[in-house]
């Protein structure tokens, strides 16, 4: 199995910066994507940006230009630096990791509240 540790989030007045971190330990061998989703209350969850093992990326349509994902694969760690944040960008984030040894593992949550 695979477990993450995320760590960063908080609360930031509008057009300010965050980062959060995303770190697998365990059956890490089989992973190849990692990234996080976000779920804002009465809202589905979307994706916001994911990151292959190769380094390719993918963002979500409301976040590109403003976020960058990055991995440090010594640490099995990915980064997701949030820039311009904006209200509409308050919501619990959530980092998950695609492995083809397991099933999809998701962490546990962080809350990004962006004030006006």
């Known amino acids: 199995q695979v477990q993450l540790v995320e760590s960063g989030g908080g609360l930031v007045q509008a057009g300010g910066s965050l980062r959060l971190s995303c770190t697998a330990s365990g059956t890490i061998s089989g992973i190849n994507t990692m990234g996080w989703y976000r779920q804002a209350p009465g809202k589905q969850r979307e994706l916001v940006a994911r990151?292959?093992?190769?380094?390719?990326?993918m963002y979500g349509d409301s976040v590109k230009g403003r976020f960058t994902i990055s991995k440090d694969n010594a640490k099995n760690t990915a980064h997701l630096q949030m820039n311009s944040l904006k209200p509409e960008d308050t919501a619990v984030y959530y980092c998950?990791?695609?492995?083809?040894?397991?099933?999809?593992?998701w962490g546990q949550g962080t809350q990004v509240t962006v004030s006006s």
């Open positions: 998950y990791v695609v492995s083809s040894l397991t099933p999809t593992t």
């Open positions: 990151i292959t093992g190769g380094g390719g990326t």
